[in-house]
């Protein structure tokens, strides 16, 4: 369809040539503008490119608004919400390919170090009050190397994820979408109660089920701080997906993940608790994850993009 024939059309009309309508062709300023407008209210999410003076009132009246980089004009450039640097249409999917990695990066980084700070928070309180030894079960040295070493290393290898083809199959969030959403306050609570079940019952039974620790309280701190760390090591693999499975499989295909956990746990173990039998366990864990690397490249996993 022309321009001149489109702006002739009544509303009810334009309702029902808009969902066929393929190309408008010599079409005007107040053409584009007002074919924008009808798409918005008919529920569209709308993107619009251009690279003339002409595009300025349909790059604004837009959700999402492209303009050229190269050819494109200031005008155009004023009035939108993303340059195509390179005027190439395929950077628009590495946009959006990267955005949605971006804003899950946030996500999982803010229900890591959530789920771990409130998990410490409630430990430290309930063994310090509960406790008959009248100190909590992670000193103040201990608690220094879990929001040092283990927050911020660990936080920096879900941040670092790449882009992945995988974020394309789903569908996009609502713009007005909150960032906490209702399945991360579920994980969060989820995870900071199984967490502080697991140290507490192992704090409180800890006789019963190792046998008889009272006359070595080192060895027994030195027990539940490795729980601890393991615990939130699962956390952490967790993070990488949506689903316990899919997080498995990605936990063992980044190399990156399994190194760094393997340099925590072996020396945030040794060194924090100061007992022989974390550095033992400490050990063993090394082996255990230098193994786990040796088994992480999945020739079947989806390839990382890299960034445009």
């Known amino acids: 369809m022309e321009g001149p024939v489109f702006r002739e059309l009544a509303e009810h009309e334009m309702k029902e040539v808009i969902p066929r309508l393929q190309v408008l062709a010599r079409s005007s300023l107040c053409d584009k503008q007002i074919h924008v407008e009808n798409l918005k209210a008919m529920g569209e999410i709308v993107a619009v490119t251009g690279d003339g003076a002409n ?12 303009s050229m980089g190269i050819a494109g004009t200031e005008v155009a450039k004023e009035a939108l919400d993303i340059i195509l640097m390179d005027d190439n249409f395929v950077s628009i999917v590495s946009a959006i390919m990267w955005g ?5 990066a946030v996500r999982k980084f803010l229900q890591f170090q959530l789920s771990v700070n409130i998990t410490a928070v409630i430990i430290t309180f309930v063994t310090a009050v509960a406790s008959g030894w009248e100190s909590s ?19 920096l290898t879900l941040a670092t994820d790449l882009a992945t083809r995988d974020l394309l199959n789903r569908k996009p969030d609502r713009k007005t979408a909150p960032l906490f959403t209702i399945d991360m306050s579920k994980q969060i609570i989820g995870q900071s109660v199984y967490s502080t079940a697991v140290v507490l019952v192992l ?17 027994f701190k030195g027990i539940l701080l490795n729980w601890y760390f393991m615990i939130i090591t699962l956390n952490r693999a967790i993070m990488w997906g949506r ?14 993940s399994v190194n760094i956990t393997a340099v925590i746990i072996t020396f945030v173990t040794a060194v924090a608790s100061g007992s022989e039998s974390s550095v033992l366990l400490a050990v063993q864990l090394f082996w255990v994850y230098i193994i786990m690397d040796d088994i992480a490249t999945d020739p079947q996993s989806p390839q990382p993009q890299t960034r445009p």
């Open 243 to 256: 689903c316990v499975n899919d997080a498995v499989r990605k936990f063992l295909q980044f190399q990156l």
């Open 100 to 104: 949605r990695c971006i804003n899950d």
């Open 55 to 66: 595009d300025g009132p349909a790059l604004k009246t837009a959700n999402v608004g492209f």
């Open 137 to 155: 079960v992670l000193s103040a040295v201990q608690l220094l190397w879990v929001n040092i070493i283990m927050d911020a290393s660990a936080a």
């Open 203 to 219: 704090h409180f039974a800890g006789n019963a089920i190792f046998g008889r620790l009272d006359g070595n309280l080192n060895v």
